[in-house]
């Protein structure tokens, strides 16, 4: 199975970037297509027509960014159909023969932004989303992905501040009790590791900022 997955393409910032990567695999037989957050600058989802009328071909999922702003993400469901949007939730999908499982949220942070902890978004919230990820990470499956857009662990971050390492992410993946094969994960811009092993779980930051190109997963 061949998984393509990017981030933060905040169209239309990057959109000319994700049309230039994805110029380099079109010809490519993609199985499954991961969208991890931050698709478009400031929650103006009609800039996202032109990415939706490429990927909607694939069997596609994603889940929202911090940019993909809550109160317009009811427009992405209706618009973008074809696509299975996950917030906090998941999907089971039969890919080849195989049982692909996904748990798909924005994500855990660490330390919660001033703007976040002003509306709502605090250290209590993220403590309830943690607890219900790793729930969902026991589900069963015969390969089994984790889709967030905040970083999942933090050895895929390096490169960034590391004083903005608890505004990136979490360590889902260090704490959890049932893990997934695969952690996806976008948001941090700026990292030069963007692949890592963590307890055996294959990590990686598909931020196209960061990877320069939309990142191809063999499975089995």
């Known amino acids: 199975m061949l998984i393509a997955s990017t981030s933060d393409i905040h169209s239309p910032k990057y959109l000319t970037q994700f049309f230039m990567a994805y110029n380099n695999i079109r010809n490519v037989k993609i199985d499954l297509f991961l969208l991890a957050g931050d698709l478009v600058n400031e929650g103006e989802y009609n800039h996202f027509y032109p990415i939706y009328d ?10 929202f960014g911090n940019e993909d702003f809550t109160e317009k993400r009811e427009y992405y469901r209706k618009y973008f159909n074809k696509i299975i949007w996950l917030e906090d939730e998941v999907t089971k999908l039969d890919i080849n023969g195989k049982k692909v499982t996904i748990v798909g949220s924005e994500g855990v942070l660490e330390e919660p932004t001033k703007w976040q902890k002003l509306n709502g ?4 919230f993220y403590r309830k989303r943690k607890e219900k990820i790793f729930k969902m990470l026991c589900e069963d499956g015969d390969l089994k992905i984790l889709l967030t857009h905040y970083a999942s662990s933090f050895s895929t971050v390096v490169g960034e501040r590391k ?11 260090e704490e959890a009790e049932c893990l997934p094969h695969i952690a996806i994960h976008g948001h941090a811009h700026y990292a030069k590791i963007t692949f890592s092993v963590v307890r055996n779980v294959r990590v990686y930051n598909v931020a196209l900022p960061a990877n320069k190109k939309i990142v191809l997963i063999q499975t089995f």
Not at 121 to 124: I, R, T, V, W
Not at 163 to 173: E, H, K, M, T, V
């Open 54 to 63: 490429v990927l909607k071909k694939y069997t596609t999922v994603a889940v």
């Open 121 to 124: 978004f605090d250290e209590e």
């Open 163 to 173: 004083s903005a390492y608890p505004q990136l992410g979490d360590r889902i993946i």
